[in-house]
Nanobody
Framework: QLQASGGGLVQAGGSLRLSCAAS????????MGWFRQAPGKEREFVAA????????HYADSVKGRFTISRDNAKNTVYLQMNSLNDEDTAVYYC?????????????????WGKGTLVTVSS
């Protein structure tokens, strides 16, 4: 089970950190990542991180602004979001999959969490 938190209302240019806590004892068996879905748009990939954090991937739209990280001792993955703009407004979902590449080429994740809403006001 994945539980995302940390969403909220922020002004353009501001920052937020999302967290996603995973239950169970197999956290390190999974790559972790984030997707988002804006109103009226399809769900899109945001960022992903390998099982022990050695490899990360980002969507071009967030490179240099967002940082994904994980703390395997806490079964938690984070998404630090800086320099937010109104195009970042969306529901953010965390996901887990045994294959890191699935985040780049698929939406068929092994597990999905419930989303957390991020609203950026301009």
């Amino acid at each position: 089970q994945l539980q995302a938190s940390g969403g909220g209302l922020v002004q353009a240019g501001g920052s937020l950190r999302l967290s996603c806590a995973a239950s169970g004892r197999t956290f390190t068996s999974y790559a972790m990542g984030w997707f988002r879905q804006a109103p009226g748009k399809e769900r899109e990939f945001v960022a992903a991180i390998s099982r022990f954090g050695g490899t990360t991937h980002y969507a071009d739209s967030v490179k240099g602004r967002f940082t994904i990280s994980r703390d395997n001792a806490k079964n938690t993955v984070y998404l630090q979001m800086n320099s937010l703009n109104d195009e970042d407004t969306a529901v953010y979902y965390c996901a887990a999959d045994r294959n890191l590449n699935e985040f780049l080429y698929s939406r068929a994740m092994d597990y999905w969490g419930k989303g957390t809403l991020v609203t950026v006001s301009s």
